[in-house]
């Protein structure tokens, strides 16, 4: 399954207000040169830009129908396809941005460094991953995969690295001279548990549904859906609350 704008989009406003925040924390406001890795649609770069409004700011993404839409929404800013996990800068910059991007990709310990090294002096990586693999959400995934008659189709679905505050801080405090680490956790008031659904169709569950047929999928979203209904408790005005907890780190070269 391609990467949807147009799904992830659906969710805009909730999915904005980390990088708001992450973006917010930034300790340097004399920024000529940023980069966003995994743009996505635009969203994450809109907030860099905002924040630093003089700057040559750049955007990139493996998916095309992110970087179009991008495009729409930033015709003045420069989208490029690419793969962010080969991503290498021409010169050092002064912002990295990651939001919800890294957590895709593998290998950390070697990963993260290597962005540190793209930084100009004094220059800031900036990253925000989801923290929620314990979140019923995931763990519905994960046993509806398990025990579901495509178990052996999905038997090799995975997460790449995601580790806790205090790896981070330990892998990039001897690289830089601040490392920065906190974890929020956001309540996102959605409108059901369809909601819910659709929310993780445009991420979490795209491994789980990219190797199934199209009868298969609609099984498989049925059973998590089912399952999703009993966790997520509906609020009196019908509502449901999604819990979100995320991960923050802003490191200073």
Sequence with gaps: MTWSAQQYARFEDERTRPVRDLVAAIPRDDVRTAVDLGCGPGNSTEALAARYPAATVRGLDSSADMIRAARERLA???????????????????????????????DHASLYPRLVAQLAEGGCLAVQTPDNLAEPAHRIARDVAAQGPWSRKLAQVSHPDRHDAAWYYALLKPLCTR?????????????????????????????????????ERQAFLAAYRRDIAAAYPLLADGTTLLPFPRLFLVATR
């Design 76 to 106: 003045d800013i420069e989208f490029k396809l690419a793969d962010i996990a080969d991503w290498r800068a021409p010169t050092p910059v002064d912002v990295i941005l990651a939001n919800a991007s890294l957590q895709w990709l593998p």
């Design 179 to 215: 490392v920065d680490v906190w974890r929020t956790a956001y309540f996102h008031p959605l409108q059901d548990h369809d909601a819910i659904v659709e929310w993780f169709k445009a991420t979490a569950l795209r491994p789980y549904l990219a190797p199934l047929d199209a009868e």
